[in-house]
Structure formats: C-alpha cells, structure tokens
T-cell receptor
C-alpha cells in the first residue's frame, strides 16, 4: 500500500530563518509527487509536480526536490505569509483505471515576524 | 477563486439526518473528486467521477453516495449521519482522469458538523 509520511508535523520559524520540510514515500511505481499549500479553512492550492529523482522546481521562496525515497520542500528566508500547512501527495501506478493518489497529513508551518 | 465552487460552506445537522453537498468543477474539467479531511487524518479519497461516470472509489462508506450530472456538477450525499462524519469535505477537479502536471484544483470545501 502506498504511504506518505511528512515531517515535522509542525514547524515554527522566525522570519528569515530558512528550513526544509520532508516527505518520505513508498509507492508502487511513482507517477508523480505533488506539493500543495493549504491555508486554514481553505482547499489545498497546487504548488509543484515532480516526476523523477533529481528533479527540482522553484517558486519564489520555495524549492522542491525529489529523490527515490523522499522529497524536500526548502523554504528560503520565509515570511509570515508563508505560514500554512504544506501537503505532499504521490500518484502511483494505475490500478483498475485509476491512478491512486495518496496524501500525507501535512506539515503546519508558522513563521513569526 | 480556484474556479471550483462548493456549496454550502458550512452545514450543521443532527445525527441520523441526510445532507447533500454540491460541487461545480472548474470550466473545462471533466473529472470530479471528493475528499474528506478530518482533524486527525489527512485527505482521504472518497470517489471520482469522469464525464458523468464513476471512475474510482476510495474509502467511501456505504451510507455515502455521489453522482455527476450532464452539466458536470457533482453531488455527494451523506445519510444516517454520525458524529464521526464531522469533517471538511473537499471537491477537486481536473481536465482528465488522474493528476496531470498541474495537479487537482480544489474547492474551498464544505465544513460539516454533526451534532
């Protein structure tokens, strides 16, 4: 069964203090790994898709990387507006016509001014 | 605004009752997905429809059902509600079946409280 584990569960940073969020996964044939941002009471907002080990994607202060077992979301010089829960999801092999997607429980990031 | 519209935003109902959650996908998207998000669990996949047909089922209870109409909007019906059904219910949509390079587009959710 596909599994996604995110760590830490919660992270508190000072503004400008860079850090990384981890997403460890086991999946039968990775078709894609996805990062989402979720603000309280709102739906997840798509950030990145990574397909193969070694791939990297960047957007503003965020950079996502992928290895064969895990993905990191690096946050450089975060600002208070980066505070949110960050979700990781993996898409595995097609099964019965459906490409199963498994979400992690997220890392809740708080950036203090 | 993501383009995926969910109504109502909040719903409070009593145990044993039945409710219907509605979702209008983003324009041009044919797939609709329903997810449940509880405090202690991540997003749990319930069911997917593609162009009016059921495509995949996840951890959906027999008390729950869904359908997608010809205009592509979808409804999730929850019956014989229990306290444990209290959660955020999200609808997501995509052009094709499965996660493409831009992922799913999620709505803002319906918060269901069963009392």
């Amino acid at each position: 069964e596909d599994q996604v584990t995110q760590s830490p569960e919660a992270l508190r940073l000072q503004e400008g203090e860079s850090s990384s969020l981890n997403c460890s996964y086991t999946v039968s044939g990775l078709r894609g790994l996805f990062w989402y941002r979720q603000d309280p009471g709102k739906g997840p907002e798509f950030l990145f898709t990574l397909y193969s080990a070694g791939e990297e994607k960047e957007k503003e202060r965020l950079k996502a990387t992928l290895t064969k077992k895990e993905s990191f979301l690096h946050i450089t010089a975060p600002k208070p507006e980066d505070s949110a829960t960050y979700l990781c999801a993996v898409q595995g092999l097609r099964s019965g016509g459906y490409q199963k997607v498994t979400f992690g429980t997220g890392t809740k990031l708080q950036v203090i001014p | 605004d993501s383009g995926v519209t969910q109504t109502p935003k909040h719903l409070i109902t009593a145990t044993g009752q039945r409710v219907t959650l509605r979702c209008s996908p983003r324009s041009g998207d044919l797939s609709v997905y329903w997810y449940q998000q509880s405090l202690d669990q991540g997003l749990q996949f319930l069911i997917q429809y593609y162009n009016g047909e059921e495509r995949a089922k996840g951890n959906i209870l027999e008390r729950f059902s869904a359908q997608q109409f010809p205009d592509l909007h979808s409804e999730l019906n929850l019956s014989s509600l229990e306290l444990g059904d209290s959660a955020l219910y999200f609808c997501a949509s995509s052009v094709a079946s499965g996660l493409g390079p831009n992922g799913y587009t999620f709505g803002s959710g319906t918060r269901l409280t069963v009392v």
